[in-house]
């Protein structure tokens, strides 16, 4: 089970089983889904919806979804995006579990801006097969109690049960779990802003790596049909393809891992069919633009090509109640 980024603050007891929510807290509003699980099939996406406000809106966001739904006592589950923490690969202690997340605050403490102790440290572990084994690494996150705290409290004036609180990657991770499909098969997603982007590379669940790219939807443009991205211009895609490429490369020749098998694209527009089918004539993998109702039973409403809200999805996949 893989593990959350950040503390679990408080649970509530008499908790809704039957249903449970997912935020994503993002710079330019707020994602949210309600899933519940149907046995040990594909959960269902009951609803699922960005709600575009400035830094700072969420509370009256989120105020309102759950006066929509009326939700109450619902097991939620938080992601952050990653503007709003630090993500760092480093060699992970000589020390259990239970006191790894103390002793990564100290190793991180330089890099933070300001006193460690106004900031939300943890940490999550990379595979034992990362690195054929040879290095133990994890990932650390820090993040301003500032920023934290406020959600805390809104869960709570909600009468929301606040499972944990976590971050963008590990949710993203999450999707790709106990797929039939992806077992032992590694997948990545893409995820693109409109200045910049990220990629995820995952296998069973598990992270093994992500950074940041420096290409954004903004080299995309209006395609044939109508509402569809395609690419801008040729230069700009082959250095996009060239970047994903050096990450599929450092997964196989760094990590030891067999390779990537599908590459999700993940966006606040659609992409063309085109634009895929161009990037899967220069890469090594299959490249698909990542559709929620695709891989999970969606209710009518739902937004399929959302980024925040495949991000909340993810969020709400830790938990038991709606376990893949």
Same mark, same amino acid.
């Given at each position: 089970m893989m593990l959350s980024v950040f503390n679990r603050f408080f649970s509530r007891k008499g908790t809704s089983k039957q249903v449970s929510l997912g935020v994503e807290i993002a710079p330019q509003g707020l994602g949210v889904a309600l899933v519940s699980a149907k046995g040990k099939g594909v959960p269902t996406v009951n609803v699922c919806e960005f709600k575009p406000c400035a830094p700072g809106g969420w509370g009256e966001a989120l105020k309102e979804f759950c006066k929509a739904q009326s939700l109450k006592n619902v097991k939620t589950y938080v992601a952050f995006h990653p503007e709003f923490y630090d993500l760092m690969l480093i060699d992970a202690p000589e020390v259990p579990d &239970?006191?790894?997340?103390?002793?990564?605050?100290?190793?991180?403490?330089? +890099?933070? !801006?300001?006193?460690?102790?106004?900031?939300?440290?943890?940490? +999550?572990?990379?595979?034992?097969?990362?690195?054929? #084994?040879? @290095?133990? @690494?994890?990932?650390?996150?820090? @993040?301003? *109690?500032?920023?934290?705290?406020?959600?805390?409290?809104?869960?709570?004036?909600?009468?929301?049960?606040?499972? &944990?609180? #976590?971050?963008?990657?590990?949710?993203?991770?999450?999707?790709?779990?106990?797929?039939?499909?992806?077992?032992?098969?590694?997948?990545? +997603?893409?995820? @693109?802003?409109?200045? *910049?982007?990220?990629?995820? %590379?995952?296998?069973?669940?598990?992270l093994y790596l992500t950074r940041g790219i420096d290409t954004g939807y903004g080299m995309l443009n209006q395609g044939e049909s109508e509402g569809e991205l395609s690419l801008d211009n040729s230069s700009q895609f082959d250095s996009l393809a060239l970047d994903i490429q050096? !990450? %599929?490369?450092?997964?196989?020749?760094?990590?030891?891992?067999?390779?990537?098998? *599908?590459?999700?694209?993940?966006?606040?527009e659609p992409l063309s069919k085109e634009a895929c089918e161009s990037l899967s004539e220069k890469l090594p993998v299959q490249v698909e633009a990542f559709d929620i109702c695709v891989h999970f039973n969606c209710e009518q409403g739902c937004s399929g090509f959302m980024d925040s809200c495949s991000v909340a999805v993810g969020a709400t996949l830790g938990g038991d109640d709606v376990a893949a």
């Open positions: &239970e006191e790894l997340r103390d002793a990564v605050k100290w190793r991180v403490k330089d +890099f933070a !801006s300001g006193d460690i102790e106004d900031y939300v440290v943890d940490a +999550f572990r990379l595979p034992e097969d990362a690195y054929r #084994g040879r @290095m133990n @690494m994890i990932y650390a996150a820090y @993040m301003k *109690k500032e920023a934290v705290i406020p959600i805390v409290e809104l869960c709570e004036e909600l009468e929301l049960d606040l499972v &944990e609180i #976590g971050v963008s990657e590990l949710a993203r991770a999450r999707i790709a779990a106990g797929r039939e499909e992806l077992t032992d098969l590694g997948v990545a +997603f893409l995820h @693109m802003e409109e200045k *910049k982007g990220q990629i995820d %590379l995952i296998e069973n669940g598990c050096r !990450s %599929l490369d450092y997964y196989e020749s760094q990590l030891g891992k067999s390779g990537i098998s *599908k590459l999700w694209i993940v966006t606040a």
